[in-house]
């Protein structure tokens, strides 16, 4: 009888233990990716609903023509759109070669005061390399033009 209730007390503190060895691995996988999911928001989901100052997302869409303005030393300006809304961009930094204008980029950075203020900017130079969340908001708002092969 002895045996037994060791055996079961053994099996009862392998299993618990492997129970908070897997809440431990959970909640060390959980802390080390706090900073590296970053949301993706088009213009008009930002107009609907602003993220917090403090939340870091990326933004895609269209760079709006006419928009594009260099400021003093690396600062640039811009607006991105996806056809309903557009969102005013600062970046410090320089541009990738195929940032242009009714060009597609992706940005990286948080959106304070009105403005996105983008730490990453990546350039896609048609729809055919651009990120599909950008393709899927382009289309939501009747935007998106197939790529011609």
């Known amino acids: 009888m002895a045996l037994k209730s060791l055996k079961k007390q053994r099996r009862i503190q392998v299993i618990a233990l492997a129970a908070l060895a897997l809440v431990i691995s959970t909640a060390m996988i959980g802390y080390a990716m706090r900073d590296g999911i970053n949301f993706f928001r088009s213009p008009s989901q930002i107009a609907e609903e602003p993220p917090s100052p403090t939340e870091v997302f990326r933004i895609g869409g269209l760079v709006e023509e006419g928009s ?74 009747g935007v998106y033009k197939e790529p011609e092969s």
Do not use: C, W
């Not at 640039?76 to 970046?91: H, K, Q, R």
């Not at 130079?125 to 969340?133: A, G, L, Q, S």
């Open 68 to 141: 594009l303005m260099r400021g003093q030393g690396q600062e640039i300006t811009f607006s991105v759109t996806d056809g309903g809304a557009s969102v005013p961009v600062v970046f410090a930094g320089v541009l990738p070669d195929l940032f242009a204008e009714n060009q597609g980029m992706v940005g990286t950075g948080r959106y304070v005061d009105g403005v996105f203020q983008a730490t990453e900017i990546l350039a896609k130079h048609d729809e055919t390399y651009m990120p599909k969340e950008v393709v899927d908001a382009l289309k939501e708002q």
